[in-house]
């Protein structure tokens, strides 16, 4: 199966500031890579799909990069409503795996 | 709108058997492939369980394979997990969730590729004596 690591597993950060999450994969995906935002009691919320596209209806604040092993989820400017869990999902080989999350706390 | 609910969790005991639903609408239910996706709690997102828009295509997570069953019924725009033989370790919400991208090519292969457009609200499994 293919490792998804997530870092940090947490972070603290005010409203405003500009905020980055790491995902790595232990073999290279290309770019089939998924980002997620749970909020709790909820169900998880797709943001970025094949690495860099937006799902539709998610604000443009939020924007992926990366292929291969290595991507990035970037929130611009951290809004009230941002503060959640994000997960990273590969779908390049079957099982799709996830992340461990990354909990965006406030400060 | 799309909507997905599921149904039936609850409380079983170690061994014991439930069958989870799905009920999909504001979508065209056979055009997708549909996934069930598990939480344990306080834990990450665990895929469990696909099958393809037509069924041809069914994949389970090591986990759970030989003891759990998705299959779907078109007519009905429902998708289903059947568990057997549960255990402690399968505690968890189970989300049904919608295929964004899968597809069918060629003479009939499946490219899986799934991401995870729509999820439902979840249904709470807990397996305890």
């Known amino acids: 199966d293919v490792q998804m690591t997530q870092s940090p597993s947490s972070l603290s950060a005010s409203v405003g500031d500009r905020v980055t999450i790491t995902c790595r994969a232990s073999r290279s995906i290309t770019s089939y890579l998924n980002w997620y935002q749970q909020k709790p009691g909820k169900a998880p919320n797709l943001l970025i799909y094949?690495?860099?596209s937006l799902q539709s209806g998610v604000p443009s604040r939020f924007s992926g990069s990366g292929s291969g092993t290595d991507f990035t989820l970037t929130i611009s400017s951290l809004q009230p409503e941002d503060f959640a869990t994000y997960y990273c999902q590969q779908s390049f080989i079957t099982p799709p795996t996830f992340g461990g999350g990354t909990k965006v706390e406030i400060k | 709108e799309v909507q997905l609910v599921e149904s039936g969790g609850g409380l079983v005991k170690p061994g014991g058997s439930l069958r989870l639903s799905c009920a999909a609408s504001g979508f065209t239910f056979s055009s997708n492939g549909m996934n069930w996706v598990r939480q344990a709690p306080g834990k990450g997102l665990e895929w469990v369980s696909s099958v393809s828009s037509t069924s041809s295509y069914i994949y389970y997570a090591d986990s759970v394979k030989g003891r759990f069953t998705i299959s779907r019924d078109n007519a009905k725009n429902s998708l289903y997990l059947q568990m057997n033989s549960l255990r402690a370790e399968d505690t968890a919400v189970y989300y049904c969730?919608?295929?964004?991208?899968?597809?069918?090519?060629?003479?009939?292969?499946?490219?899986?590729?799934?991401?995870?457009?729509?999820w439902g609200q979840g249904t709470l499994v807990t397996v305890s004596s």
């Open positions: 094949g690495a860099s």
């Open positions: 969730a919608r295929d964004g991208f899968s597809y069918y090519y060629g003479s009939g292969t499946y490219y899986h590729r799934p991401n995870f457009d729509y």
